[in-house]
Every structure is written in C-alpha cells, then in structure tokens.
C-alpha cells in the first residue's frame, strides 16, 4: 500500500497538488466527519482539525455541502458575500446559480465553482469522490459516484454542464478519483474506479491528466471508515464518515 500521498491525516493528490489547488480526503486520524454519527460536537472539532490543517479558515469562507442521494444532478455554485461556514445546500438554496436537475429525482450529487474562499464537501460512505480543476478559469468541481448515480449519468451530466455553463471542455481538466471501495470487497463486484474512469477517458479527459487513489475505504480499515465493512459487522448505524474537499482560497 503506498502512503506517500498521505500527510498528517490527510489524503492528497499529486496531481491537484501541482495546480495548487485547496483539496483533500480525511482519513480515520482526523476523527468522525458526520454530524449525525458523532457525540455533539465531536464532528464540528474533527472538521475544523481537517479545515486548520488545510489551511481554510471557515470565518471567511463557505463549505457547501451538497445532499447527496445517488442522482444525476448537477449544480454550479458560489459563496455568498454575507454567509460563511457549513452550509448545508438544498435544491433552493440561493448559492445555486444554476441547476441541472431531474424533477423526480432528490439530491444533488455534483457541485462545481469558481469563486474564491469557496469549498466544496461531501461525506462518501465508500462510493468515490471525484475531484476536478481546470486551471485557465479555475473552476472547480466535486462528484459523488457511487454505482447507481454512474449508472444515471452523472459524469456526463457534469461534463454537458461544464461545457454548457462554463465553456470549459473534458481536454481542459485535470481528474482525481479518491480512495473508494475496490471490486474485491464490493459485493456487486462492480470496479468504480474503472468503471468512472473509461467513462472519463470516453468524454475526452486526456490520460495524463487523471489521477485514481489505490486506496480502498473499505480494507484499508486502519485509514478510512467504511460503511460496506460496517455492515458486515452490524455497525453501520454508528459507523464514521470521511469528507472529501475541494475549493479556492483567496488569491
């Protein structure tokens, strides 16, 4: 198992840290991120930890966190002037300045921006984090792919907004895919990363331009929580999460 990537706690990408860009996935050291599997309190300290040693200072910034529900929605966002902190985005949420969704379908399981200060969060149980950047406008983005959101499109529906909304095309764009469940210890025995990267590479994201973790959320049990291994246990209910990150600081 290669820890090089791996830097007090955190999981980086070598790819994402050449363009400079704020990102980063927690790891078991950094504690519980979710607020609603933790004592009171515990999680907001094991954030501002993942938050301080990233160098985001949350009083003048905004972590987006989108509900993610397995869809195909896509949403292009941005701070607000007069919000900071955790905020929790809901389909209206005025952060929303555009919104590619299916009326049928809750959630929002992509986020992209490019505004300073702001951050993008997500809380995947083992399903993969997809981080992207393009350096020209500096729009930013975060996916969250687990096999039934994949199997709605929601790769391609980023890529058709990106493209749409921004002008930004898939040779653009430098792609990190995060620690996830591997096919071993899947029991669907789907290959996510595989799967989300030909996808990646059919849209035209150029090879030398992608990035995928080797890391399994699920067997590398000393680094990450996994919900898959937790419930084969009978603990998924009390079970952590991991956050994936990625946004802009302030230039």
Do not use: W
Not at 107 to 119: E, K, M, R, V, Y
Not at 123 to 146: S, V, Y
Not at 176 to 185: K, L, M, S, V
């Amino acid at each position: 198992m290669d820890t090089q990537n791996v830097l007090d706690g955190i999981v980086y990408s070598e790819i994402l840290n050449k363009l400079d860009v704020c990102h980063g996935f927690s790891t078991k050291a950094l504690g519980n991120m979710s607020y609603d599997r933790s004592q009171q309190g515990k999680a907001s300290q094991n954030q501002e930890k993942f938050f301080s040693q990233l160098g985001i200072d949350l009083k003048n910034s905004a972590l987006l966190m989108p509900p993610v529900k397995h869809s195909p929605n896509v949403a292009l966002v941005q701070k607000l002037s007069n919000k900071t902190g955790r905020i929790i985005l809901n389909k209206q949420s005025p952060e929303i300045i555009i919104i590619e969704a299916e009326k049928d379908q809750p959630g929002i399981d992509a986020c992209l921006s490019h505004t300073p200060n702001t951050f993008l969060g997500i809380l995947p149980a083992d399903c993969a984090p997809i981080m992207f950047f393009e350096p020209i406008t500096r729009f930013f983005g975060l996916i969250h792919a687990g096999s039934s959101g994949l199997a709605k499109g929601i790769i391609e529906k980023t890529f058709t907004c990106l493209k749409k909304n921004c002008n930004i095309r898939p040779d653009q764009i430098y792609c990190y895919i995060g620690p996830c469940i591997c096919q071993e210890c899947y029991n669907h025995k789907i290959n996510l990363r595989n799967l989300i990267a030909d996808k990646l590479l059919k849209l035209g994201l150029p090879l030398d331009q992608l990035e995928i973790s080797e890391f399994c959320t699920a067997h590398h049990d000393q680094l990450f929580f996994s919900h898959h291994r937790a419930k084969q246990t009978g603990c998924e209910q009390t079970e952590g999460r991991n956050m994936a990150l990625i946004g802009l600081k302030q230039e």
